[in-house]
């Protein structure tokens, strides 16, 4: 290169930081650790900017959406694969994004029709964090119902969507659920076209 | 079982005591005399670097007295972990490298955590039971 950038400069970061490219993207790896500082600094740069634990929840959920409806994208592009029937049919586990996220299926809700759960373990976000007991049932797994609200805002699936610890006996540290509450529009759509 | 690890103290880089536990009923300190005992180490661990007649110490790492041993690790941070244990135990440094470990995977990503601040992380203290109880086995003579 006629005006290569000398070895050190801020230029030649950048030039090195572009031939990066994932030889296949299904194995481009993050660190965990990484992953887990920079969450850790976004949850703390949200709790100076906010007055109570019901605000902070909710800026965790927008940062979360934004994640959301663009990993629809990506997942699209990854599956091209499906036929575009799939989409649109029943709510049930065979919501294509769902299975794409989470290889355990939706589970129904017993209580209200228009409820379904994601139930895990331990979610990735919450690993290395303990809430402190001041904060009550304050859950960083906000972040992962913003990105599931993402995704199904995104698909034409308008819901609420909420996550939630659930004891589990026997077991130091409880479950994870996710909520997620469909909107009236989305039952009615389903009703019509059933 | 008796247990050979009396206590574990962590202490930040400006000796203040963040983090004690004891096991068993061998060598319980009560809060002062732990906070005590805590800046006590910091001042000797400082002193004995510049003290020392080889070049490149960083402090004392280990003190074997007659009713037990004290073995001492230090960060690049200038966090410092220690144990007393019962004498001639062995797997002590190893024990405070797994401790690292935890403090860096548990307290430091915690964001609820302020840095240099007593520890109160649930997480953490649930891992470390499990590893003292993990190495109860694997430590002794």
Redesign the interface.
């Known amino acids: 290169m006629a005006d290569a950038p000398k070895k050190g400069t801020l230029r030649a970061a950048y030039r090195r930081a572009a031939d990066i490219k994932p030889r296949d993207a299904r194995t481009w790896q993050v660190s965990l ?1 990484a992953f ?2 920079l ?6 740069y949200n ?1 100076t900017r906010v007055d109570n634990i019901a605000e902070l929840e909710h800026r965790l959920e927008h940062a979360g959406y934004g994640v959301g409806l663009r990993m629809l994208e990506l997942l699209c592009h990854r599956e091209k694969k499906r036929s575009k029937a799939s989409w649109n049919s029943l709510i049930c586990p065979q919501h294509p994004m769902e299975i794409a996220l989470w290889k355990d299926s939706l589970e129904k809700g017993t209580e209200n029709e228009d409820e379904y759960m994601i139930s895990e373990k331990e979610l990735l976000v919450n690993r ?5 007991k001041d ?1 009550g049932a304050f859950n ?1 797994g906000a972040y992962v119902a913003g990105i599931v609200k993402g995704v199904l805002d995104g698909s034409g699936f308008p819901a609420r969507v909420t996550a939630h610890f659930v004891p589990v006996e026997g077991q ?2 409880p479950r994870t659920t996710i909520l997620i509450k469909f909107s009236e529009e989305v039952l009615q759509r389903e009703a019509r076209l059933s | 079982m008796a247990s050979n690890v009396y206590n574990l103290f962590i202490i930040n880089k400006s000796g203040g005591l963040i983090f004690y536990k004891d096991y068993g009923s061998l060598g319980r300190l009560d809060t002062n005399d732990s906070l005590r005992l805590a800046s006590l180490w910091h001042s000797m661990h400082a002193i004995s670097q510049q003290l020392s007649p080889t070049l490149g110490c960083y402090g004392i790492e280990l003190l074997e007295a007659d009713t037990f041993d004290l073995r001492c690790f230090q960060a690049l941070t200038g966090t410092k972990f220690f144990v007393v244990a019962e004498p001639g135990t062995q797997g002590l440094d190893s024990l405070l490298k797994n401790v690292y470990g935890l403090y860096v ?2 307290v ?5 955590y302020e840095v240099e601040m007593p520890i ?5 203290d ?1 891992s470390l039971t499990q590893l003292i109880r993990k190495d109860k086995g694997v430590i002794g003579r």
Request: net charge neutral; hydrophobic share 45%.
């Open positions: 650790n887990a500082f969450f850790s600094e976004m949850v703390q709790q290395f964090i303990s809430v402190p904060m960083c130091p540290r | 995977d548990y430091l990503k915690n964001p609820f109160r992380c649930e997480l953490f649930l």
